[in-house]
């Protein structure tokens, strides 16, 4: 009983300084106590979170709760405090590789809850990715490291200075040799500063860089054939014929989204001003990017070269100004036909010619199609050329060079800034081993994984919205990476450890920062100019100054270093394939959203697989499902196979970033460690490989189970030919008897009435959509058992539907969100009247009303409503309550959800609207899904108005409602897909699946 | 001029007033028989799993079951339609078969209105813990409320609460007023206090005189009048749960008499498998004859001829209406991922009461058991196949899902049967199974020419 009242007395804070302090909020310095801190947060309960905002109003005046301590700046408002319920928005930078992603981040009370792209920035433009999207769910993340730990005891910062104190001092002595830094690549002033500050204090020190998925072998080429470290940003509305070689440039290249956005406004075709451009992909795995192909031709990976070589000479044979094509070149027999069509077209288009490798191609390939690209005349058209200032390239022979002194016992200590090389170095370097022999390891990660336990020391690393640091763009722009939230697990930025290791002393990320700034922005006016950066998000009239290709190699000396391609690939010697997934290559493996993001083309969640050709896969007799062993060379990788129409034969996709071990809660068990068949001989494809079956099989969830359209007019597709023969096709696809109701009809001609218009021409599948909506929705995350038996709770989802032949099928994609059906079949059978219509034509769903009779999700023909089967969101842990949205309900158990066309945002648009004494403009409201699509292929907004854009695309031809014959008079419309063949290749495409208007629905 | 027309006796043997009445008490009033023991042990048991299976649903969620996206609805509703299917032969029996004066009925009214009763009992168990949160369900009864919020009255779910709850309350009532006569009888028999008490009350003052027995069939009468049109209604508004929904294969307007013809083939089908373990176990093949037995499937075969007839004519209107999705939906019946349930459900509904066209076997009390057995099976495959093939694959492919119930599934439904048979085993040893009064009616003694010459044997006169 004593001892009871003791601990009892000890719940009572005497003071309100402590009080602050037992929640770690005290702390100024950068260095100490945030231990404890990050511990206590993933315990933070709703009402504890609260107490504690309390707590910090009333030290209102020592210190912001959850909140940088540094001066930052709202984007839109300019707040002189949080108004509680009123998000603020702060424009911030995320860096990716060399690219930066600028976006704005919406946070309530302190916590950040969404991210927009932010629309000044010219790598997002407003729009985003789904990496961008899931990098809120990245910050709450609980399983982040959260100590800083050496040889499993935990320690301070400190304690780490003291111990590089006494490195730095003999490192000091011998200008560093034996020190070395294993970094990430960036393009960051700060950064780059820091570099050379430390190339200065240790010249003797090895950098090396590393990421497995960059653009190392363009830059290379690039550099080898300018002689400049260039970047090229491609500008995919200015070109009329595309051929992209192996480049999934709408999904996993760098600067996807500018070029989802810019590949759009080349395709659009009948609008006025607007032309249609032709894409023509040659890939092996089937992408996204190959989906929205006109002509897509499959070939191994090492063929592409060969096909290019082919290309090559077809051209130079139709009179292209190339110098020097040896003769003898291209001889390999493809798809002659498919050749001359590309070729002919290239030519025609000339300077609107635009020819893309991917970053799985070699540098030689890179380096032909620079030169291609060159004498067309589309390099300083379609390709604007900027240096890359400010950068670091990922070198894999650099990583090559550093493993084999680091064996050999060279290395003395390794700093191993962000990363996990353990994990994802080419497996024949044999990293994890290398490692050993190093006497001092220190990782800075963000989580405990496969390199942290190996290193000697870990310390955490902060979340990109936690900490200061800088970013250039592609295009040179300059802008600021501004913390949104004060650290949550304590960690340290790169800026800030570098900035250690350079000053041997603790180092605030925010002065390393303004120091950097300090030259960049000049001394006049610094604080206004700096203060104008942080609010826009980006230093306005940085841009580089483009830099003329000019060429330094020609062809035959490119040809010349060829070696001989290898042997067909066959049963016996399978080619495999490394790839982008969901999870990139790795890094966000434990991100809920995105394990449970259906992978766009095989629609797996939670596992990555060995991807395989029907005809393959029926030669090696496996299945779906069925466990196989991958043999190449001596090393060895069991995992299960899953059939994919439309990739090459004997070819075998690989997704990269699963098959992890103690990394998350998330991540553990999904997936198959690919990174152990990559080597450094191999690490886009390699061939030799053979497959065995093992006899098992596993079960892999999947959220489509059917994948033809079955001939039905769903997706309404025509050629540009057809469709200026009959530009009304879509809607006359099918025939049925008038729509009536036998109930009145409710009059929905006054007031807002909200619609949507989504077109399935420019749509990419991307799934940027699916994963906003699941931000801004509060949309649990149900696991891979859940998934499988068919309970996935995506508001907004993509269909997938291959059409033609089994072995050349097209593919088509379709966001299916709620339809706010006008004469909705799911309100007219909800016995409680849980879901209404609103008088603004919304179906509204009252989840208090709800008591889960499942009827409504029945009788849905778009089968668009999910139900909470279990109370999902029970597990959630409780650090990552704090990323919901608070205008959204969390729902329980047993109850129907929907879209609802971000109802949220309406009312929050309206109330704005009101506030300024303001009509609501169109284009106030953007919905998630609409809002994050880098492909702009969602328009939302007023019905009524006639000027609206979404009224006028209604009333567009290529308009059409899914199911409208079963007169439920959906609000959401499709604009339907158009293709745009080449005449020469058209007889070939199969029509199998395209709806032509003959074909009658609904009698 | 032809030979009088001679109906078989309804009841074999010899029997007299006093005979019926001590053998059908006797069976209430006797120790109860060893197998009665182990029956209701089992019953128990399958109850205790009911229990069980509902206790973790509510405490996990509807996860727990096999239902999914496209199939919100899985074998709860199959079960409840069945359920609610078995339970049309009692009133049928019981109301319709009364007004067209088909007096073989005496002998197994009771008993298939106690199945009826119990076995919407069952039904009734299944709306109700299939939401999602079941302690809710309440909120679809028109119930006042501070809210001011009315049930959405153009659901059919709607109508099935209505529907369903006034089926149960009319049967109740008829089967209650077929008692009271019999209840007297029990009370008068009664040797301890308790049971006088109870029969007593339960009796309510019945002694038999004329005037009684003049209300009486007026009673009963007007409550078969009511019962009548309900035994058509419930089973059609059911079907409506289907009908009114959009989806292919659920939206056709064959299913009201559909479901009727389907709902009185599976109640007679399970009066028989009833029937005969009773009169087995309790010795009364004299009062349940092989007669009775065989005029139950003449109308098994009836309505499963009425049953495979829909079947057939489905696919035709399937055709004949243009409809892709429609003729989707019968060709993936027959041979998309169900097919399995849909000829399990052929061979069961329409080839095997076929059996019933030849008189031998149609009085054959083992071939009649498996064929009942069989028909039960068909007619939960039926509701299956309707409910869940039409649901797993729909309008759009991309949504198109396979379900597979779970254990707890399973485990409901043979749950279920705990509670059907424990209601089942009780009511026979406390209750007269057999109406005694009724029976009466038919014996020859009941003829007021009785003892006279040509009299007809076999009642008296209408």
Redesign the interface.
Same mark, same amino acid.
């Given at each position: 009983m004593k001892r009871y009242a003791q601990d009892k007395n000890r719940r009572h804070w005497s003071s309100i300084a402590q009080r602050a302090d037992s929640a770690g909020i005290q702390q100024h310095s950068p260095v100490g106590h945030r231990d404890e801190q990050s511990s206590d947060i993933a315990q933070i309960g709703r009402r504890n979170f609260l107490k504690l905002m309390g707590a910090s109003l009333a030290l209102a005046g020592v210190a912001g709760c959850r909140r940088p301590e540094e001066a930052i700046v709202p984007y839109v408002d300019q707040p002189e405090e949080i108004v509680p319920g009123v998000p603020n928005y702060y424009a911030t930078t995320i860096p990716f590789d060399t690219s930066a992603y600028g976006v704005i981040v919406e946070c309530h009370e302190g916590r950040p809850t969404k991210i927009e792209g932010n629309p000044a920035h010219p790598s997002t433009r407003g729009a985003s990715s789904i990496f961008l999207q899931a990098a809120i769910l990245g910050l709450y993340d609980p399983n982040r490291s959260a100590k800083i730990r050496q040889g499993g005891k935990n320690r301070e910062f400190a304690d780490f200075l003291s111990f590089w104190g006494e490195q730095a001092a003999a490192f000091a002595a011998d200008g560093g040799a034996g020190l070395a830094v294993l970094a990430e690549p960036f393009s960051s002033p700060t950064l780059a500063r820091l570099k050379s500050e430390f190339s200065q204090a240790y010249p003797r020190a090895r950098w090396v860089t590393y990421a497995p998925l960059s653009d190392e072998t363009r830059t290379t080429a690039l550099k080898s054939l300018t002689g400049a470290e260039l970047v090229p940003v491609y500008r995919y509305d200015r070109a009329r014929v595309i051929l992209a070689l192996d480049a999934d440039f709408l999904q996993h290249e760098s600067e996807s989204i500018t070029a989802a956005m810019d590949f759009a406004a080349g395709r659009q075709p009948g609008d006025a001003g607007a032309a249609m451009n032709r894409l023509y992909v040659v890939e092996s795995a089937y992408s996204t990017t190959g989906g929205m192909a006109d002509h897509r031709l499959r070939l191994p990976s090492e063929d592409i070269g060969s096909f290019l070589l082919a290309l090559l000479r077809e051209l130079a044979d139709r009179g292209l100004a190339l110098e020097n094509v040896p003769s003898g070149i291209g001889n390999t027999e493809f798809n002659k036909k498919w050749t001359a069509a590309v070729a002919s077209d290239l030519l025609e288009a000339g300077q609107a010619g635009l020819i893309v490798a991917g970053r799985r191609q070699p540098p030689w390939v890179h380096e032909l199609v620079f030169l291609l690209n060159h004498a067309l005349g589309s390099a300083g058209q379609c390709i604007d050329f900027f240096p890359l200032n400010d950068a670091a390239l990922s070198s894999t022979a650099e990583l090559n060079k550093l493993t084999t002194d680091m064996a050999a016992g060279q290395i003395n200590t390794l700093f191993i800034l962000g990363g996990n090389p353990v994990y994802n170095a080419p497996v024949d370097f044999n990293f994890a081993e290398a490692l050993d022999h190093v006497a001092h390891t220190i990782h800075l990660g963000h989580y405990h994984d496969e390199t942290a336990q190996r290193s000697a020391w870990h310390i955490s690393q902060a979340h990109v919205l936690e900490n200061w640091g800088d970013a250039r763009a592609v295009d040179g722009t300059l802008s600021v990476v501004q913390p949104t939230i004060a650290s949550l697990y304590g960690g340290y930025s790169d800026i800030e450890l570098i900035g250690a290791l350079v000053t041997a002393g603790p180092a605030k990320g925010y002065d390393l920062v303004r120091t950097t700034w300090q030259s960049i922005i000049g001394p006049n006016d610094f604080e206004k100019k700096w203060r104008r950066v942080l609010h826009d998000g980006v230093f306005e009239g940085t841009v580089s100054e483009e830099i003329t290709f000019t060429p330094l190699k020609s062809a035959d000396r490119i040809i010349a270093e060829l070696s001989p391609p290898g042997r067909d690939v066959s049963q016996e010697n399978l080619e495999l394939g490394f790839y982008a997934s969901n999870v990139f290559d790795g890094q966000f493996a434990n991100n809920a959203w995105l394990q449970e993001l259906p992978d766009p083309i095989t629609k797996l969640t939670w596992d990555n697989a060995s991807l395989l050709a029907p005809l393959t896969a029926e030669k090696l007799g496996v299945a779906n499902g069925d466990m196989v062993e991958l043999h190449l060379d001596d090393r060895s990788l069991a995992l299960p196979v899953w059939i994919v129409p439309g990739l090459a034969e004997y070819c075998v996709a690989l997704p990269l970033g699963y098959g992890r071990r103690e990394l998350g809660r998330v991540a553990d068990g999904a997936g198959f460690d690919t990174y152990l068949l990559r080597t450094s001989g191999g690490m886009s494809y390699v061939r030799g490989a053979t497959m065995t079956r093992t006899g098992r099989t596993v079960e892999l969830a999947n959220v489509?189970?059917?994948?033809?359209?079955?001939? /039905?007019p +769903?997706i309404r597709e025509a050629t540009l030919s057809e469709y200026q023969a009959r530009p009304e096709f879509a809607r006359e696809a099918v025939e049925h008897p008038p729509l009536k109701s036998i109930y009145p009809d409710y009059d929905y001609g006054k007031g807002f009435q909200w619609g949507m218009v989504i077109d399935l021409n420019v749509c990419n599948g991307c799934n940027a959509c699916v994963v906003a909506c699941q931000s801004e929705n509060n949309i649990p995350v149900v696991g891979k058992e859940?998934v499988a038996?068919?309970?996935?709770m995506a508001w907004i989802?993509t269909?997938?539907?291959f059409a033609g032949s089994l072995e050349e099928p097209r593919l088509v994609f379709?966001p299916?969100a709620c339809q706010q059906c006008e004469n909705a079949?799911c309100e007219?059978?909800?016995?409680?009247?849980a879901t209404v219509h609103d008088k603004e034509g919304l179906n509204t769903m009252n989840y208090n /009303?709800? +008591?889960?009779?499942?009827?409504c999700?029945?009788?849905c023909?778009?089968?668009v409503r999910?139900?909470?089967?279990?109370?999902y969101t029970a597990e959630m842990a409780e650090v990552v309550k704090m990323a919901q949205n608070p205008d959204v309900t969390v729902r329980s158990?047993?109850?129907?959800e929907k879209c609802t066309f971000c109802l949220q945002r309406i009312n929050r648009a309206k109330r704005e609207a009101r506030k300024r004494g303001q009509e609501l403009n169109d284009g106030d409201i953007q919905t998630a899904c609409q809002q994050a699509c880098p492909s702009r292929a969602i328009s939302f907004g007023n019905l009524n108005d006639p000027a609206s854009r979404v009224a006028r695309l209604k009333a567009a031809d290529r308009n059409y409602e899914?199911?409208a014959e079963?007169n439920?008079r959906p609000r959401i419309s499709y604009r339907a897909k158009i293709s745009n063949p080449h005449p020469q290749l058209a007889a070939d495409e199969p029509t199998g699946g395209r709806h032509p208007a003959s074909e009658?629905?609904?009698? | 001029m032809s030979a009088p027309i001679t109906e078989t006796p309804l009841l074999t043997g010899k029997h007299s007033f006093s005979g019926i009445t001590a053998k059908i008490s006797g069976i209430a009033e006797r120790k109860a028989p060893v197998p009665w023991y182990l029956a209701l042990g089992a019953a128990l048991s399958l109850l205790l799993v009911l229990f069980g299976s509902i206790g973790f649903l509510v405490f996990?969620?509807?996860?727990i079951w096999?239902?999914?996206?496209?199939?919100?609805?899985g074998w709860a509703i199959v079960n409840f339609v069945w359920w609610v299917g078995i339970g049309h032969a009692g009133t049928l029996i019981s109301a319709i078969l009364f007004l067209l004066r088909q007096r073989w009925r005496t002998s197994i009214n009771r008993f298939a209105e106690a199945m009826t009763l119990f076995a919407i009992s069952c039904a009734l168990i299944f709306p109700g813990i299939?939401?999602?949160?079941?302690w809710?369900?309440y909120?679809?009864f028109p119930i006042p409320n501070q809210m001011g919020?009315?049930?959405?009255f153009?659901?059919?779910?709607?109508w099935d609460?209505f529907a369903v709850s006034t089926y149960f309350i009319a049967s109740l009532l008829f089967w209650y007023t077929g008692l009271i006569p019999d209840l007297a009888t029990f009370r008068d028999r009664a040797k301890i206090k308790i049971k006088k008490v109870i029969f007593g009350i339960l009796a309510m003052g019945w002694r038999g005189g004329n005037r009684q027995w003049r209300h009486y069939e007026l009673a009963y009468l007007i409550l078969a009048g009511i019962s009548t049109p309900l035994v058509l209604s419930v089973h059609s508004v059911v079907s409506t749960?289907f009908a009114?929904?959009?989806?292919p294969g659920w939206h056709t307007t064959i299913f009201p008499p559909y479901f009727v013809a389907g709902a009185i083939f599976s109640g007679f089908a399970m009066v028989v498998t009833l029937t005969i373990i009773a009169r087995k176990i309790f010795n009364i093949g004299d009062i349940i004859t092989v007669n009775h037995l065989e005029k139950m499937n003449k109308i098994i075969l009836l309505t499963g001829s009425m049953v495979g007839y829909a079947y057939g004519i489905e696919f035709f209107i399937a055709w004949y209406?243009?409809?892709?999705?429609e003729q989707?939906t019968f060709i993936n019946r027959a041979f998309g991922n169900y097919a399995w349930a849909y000829w399990i459900m052929i061979f069961c509904n329409v080839l095997v009461p076929q059996v019933f066209w030849f008189k031998r076997l149609r009085r054959s009390i083992p071939v009649m058991f498996i064929a009942s057995i069989f028909i039960n099976i068909g007619m939960w495959f039926e509701r299956f196949v309707i409910v869940v093939s039409s649901?797993s694959?729909?309008?759009?492919?991309?949504?198109?899902?396979?379900?597979s119930p779970s254990i707890w599934d399973i485990s409901t439904f043979i749950g279920s049967f705990g509670l059907f048979f424990t209601l089942f085993l009780l009511f026979i040893r406390f209750l007269p199974m057999i109406s005694m009064a009724e029976v009466k009616t038919v014996l020859p003694e009941a003829d007021p020419h009785h003892g006279v010459a040509h009299s007809r044997p076999g009642g008296r006169h209408d």
């Open positions: 489509q189970d059917h994948n033809t359209m079955e001939g /039905r +769903i859940q038996k068919g309970r996935e989802r269909d997938r539907y379709q299916v079949p007219q059978v909800c016995p409680v009247a /009303r709800c +008591i889960g009779t499942r009827y999700s029945n009788n023909p778009y089968k999910r139900f909470n089967f279990f109370n158990r047993g109850v129907m899914l199911l079963l439920v009658t629905g609904q009698g | 996990e969620g509807v996860g096999g239902v999914n996206n496209p199939v919100g609805w299939h939401v999602g949160r079941m809710l369900a909120w679809m919020m009315w049930p959405n153009r659901s059919p779910l709607l609460v749960d009114v929904s959009i989806i209406s243009g409809n892709m999705y989707f649901l694959r729909d309008f759009l492919p991309a949504n198109w899902d396979y379900y």
